[in-house]
């Protein structure tokens, strides 16, 4: 089944402490249902030093969302839009595209 939301989509939080924010989606976890989104859910996380940070201390990192707390970004209006899909093409150059439900608008990746 084609994904609704995928790695490297525009999305808007709808819910949650970080409503209103929008950003990157980085790695989408299918089997928890969550994504990662660049900038937002941000949390402090207290670290012994390592190779990738050596002087260690306190590190913010993004944390996962559920994904039903995300929604696409249309392409067209800038805002949140609910995914659709659609079948275009014929014959053997037949494939299923993802559309924006707001503008109609196809979702390039």
Same mark, same amino acid.
């Given at each position: 089944?084609?994904?609704?939301?995928?790695?490297?989509?525009?999305?808007?939080?709808?819910?949650?402490?970080?409503?209103?924010?929008?950003?990157?989606?980085?790695?989408? @976890?299918?089997?928890?249902?969550?994504?990662?989104?660049?900038?937002?859910? @941000?949390?402090?996380?207290?670290?012994?030093? %390592?190779?990738?940070?050596?002087?260690?201390?306190?590190?913010?990192?993004?944390?996962?969302?559920?994904?039903?707390?995300?929604?696409?970004?249309?392409?067209?209006?800038?805002?949140?839009?609910?995914?659709?899909?659609?079948?275009?093409?014929?014959?053997?150059?037949?494939?299923?595209?993802?559309?924006?439900?707001? %503008?109609?608008?196809?979702?390039?990746?």
């Amino acid at each position: 089944m084609a994904s609704r939301i995928k790695k490297d989509d525009t999305v808007i939080v709808i819910a949650g402490k970080d409503k209103g924010r929008s950003g990157r989606v980085l790695t989408v @976890l299918t089997k928890e249902e969550r994504v990662l989104v660049e900038g937002v859910n @941000l949390v402090k996380r207290h670290t012994a030093p %390592s190779m990738k940070h050596p002087q260690g201390g306190v590190i913010s990192k993004e944390a996962p969302l559920h994904i039903s707390n995300v929604a696409l970004r249309d392409p067209k209006t800038g805002k949140a839009t609910r995914v659709g899909f659609k079948i275009v093409g014929e014959g053997a150059q037949r494939r299923k595209v993802r559309v924006a439900k707001g %503008s109609g608008v196809q979702i390039d990746v």
